[in-house]
């Protein structure tokens, strides 16, 4: 926010569905404090909008239909540093909570809150402010322990790609055909994947993938 | 005072090379009702021999100062509390500490991380929840948390990197010399060689001595040996 506490917040909001703009732009045409710049209905548009306007504040769908609203919150806070990033999402996992924070975004609202709440919350995260629930860093912390659970496993690419296929109860001989190698070959990383991990079993090494958090 | 530990009580271990600020933590602590300070220590050394000869209590939490310096620094006494007092929850406590230390501290093996310039509410808070298991970043804002991952692959490099004493081992062990001539060489038990070797073997992602050697002198983590 430039100038003193009386200046006014500009916000760009992008999301697809009508009906979230207009709840946005409501807010905003209600606070004397918003002034809604401009909206945008795609990851494209609003990365567009905001090299061009510079807002204070982007209120963010995550599921936006031509990309991933992480991959715009990161360009748009690679861009412009000054320009909060408010994210808007269905989703409460871990996941979902995680690669927001990992893209540095200011503030993780319900898609469903309303419009008091998206004001207040724009408001706070202009003002310097982070809009994290105890519950969203609860997610955040465990994400956290496995990324370094795994990390500390040291598993290679290879063992690592071996370790999903496994969890996705793939076959030796199925595993060798998907990464063009010989079934010794699979044998040898498997081996030295169960080593890695502690375990002795590919029921074993499914559970222990699943507590790392590897995507099967 | 020590005398009624009951089931509720947080045992802490206090490791700060700062004398005023060692004193102080543990007399602050050691009045909050629900925490014991079962020891405090200057150093890696002190804090392992400390811990070590704790009889009355076989769990508790660990507060290491990121300040601990020198050959056996804050790192590597969270990395040997990890792999000898597995059940100990232990946290780095800091002084605003850079994202590379929080996410060093973490890859190591610690539970969280403390900033040492939080409201001592705060502190508590963190010590609590860390003790029921959590893994706790308290003081830097939220997405500090965001930031961590990022700096991982910095600390792997040097995660392969053997210890002081498990080159030295290796290196005795690169001579030829059997577990028992090893452990007589560097004054150790033979059991304790074994466990030696036995990470050496995880770090190299080996199976055996002569594997871990050759792996070992090809990327140059023990001298070249003269046969190879």
Known sequence: MTGGPSAIVRVVIADDHPMVREIVASACADHPGLDLV????????????????????????????????????????EENPLTKVLVLSARDDAEAVFET???QADGYLDKTSDVDT????????????EIYSDEHRRLATGKLRAVFDLARTALSERELEALSMIAEGLTTRQMATRMDLSEDSIESHIKGLYRKLGVRSRTQATARARELGIPI | ?????????????????????????GIWLSEEPGITVDAQAASADEALQKIAAMRRRTSGVVLVSLGLDGPN?????IRSLRERFPTFVVLAIGANA??????????VGADGYVDKRVEPE????????????????????????????GEI????????????????????????????QIAERLGVRQRTVTTHLTHIYSKLGVNGRLAAVRAASKSGLIARVAHE
């Open chain 2, 122 to 149: 705060e502190f508590l808070e963190g010590i609590r929840k860390a003790a029921r298991g959590d893994l706790v970043v308290i003081g830097p804002p939220i997405t500090m948390l965001g930031r961590l991952p």
């Open chain 2, 1 to 25: 005072m020590h005398d009624k530990v009951n089931g509720s009580d947080i045992g802490v271990v206090l490791v700060e090379p700062l004398s005023m600020v060692r004193v102080g933590l």
């Open chain 2, 98 to 107: 850079e994202a590379s230390s929080i996410s060093r501290a973490l890859f």
């Open chain 1, 101 to 103: 924070l990992r893209v």
């Open chain 2, 153 to 180: 692959d910095r600390h792997s490099e040097t995660a392969g990197v053997l210890t002081e004493r498990e080159r030295e081992v290796l290196a005795t062990a690169a001579d030829g010399e059997t577990t028992k």
């Open chain 1, 118 to 129: 998206i004001t207040a919350a724009i408001e706070s995260v202009a003002s310097g402010n």
């Open chain 1, 38 to 77: 401009a909206q945008a209905s795609t990851g494209a548009g609003a990365i567009a909008i905001c090299r061009a306007h510079a807002p204070d504040v982007l209120v963010l769908d995550l599921a936006l239909p031509d990309m991933s609203g992480f991959d715009v919150a990161r360009l748009v806070k």
């Open chain 2, 73 to 77: 620094d804050a790192y590597w006494l």
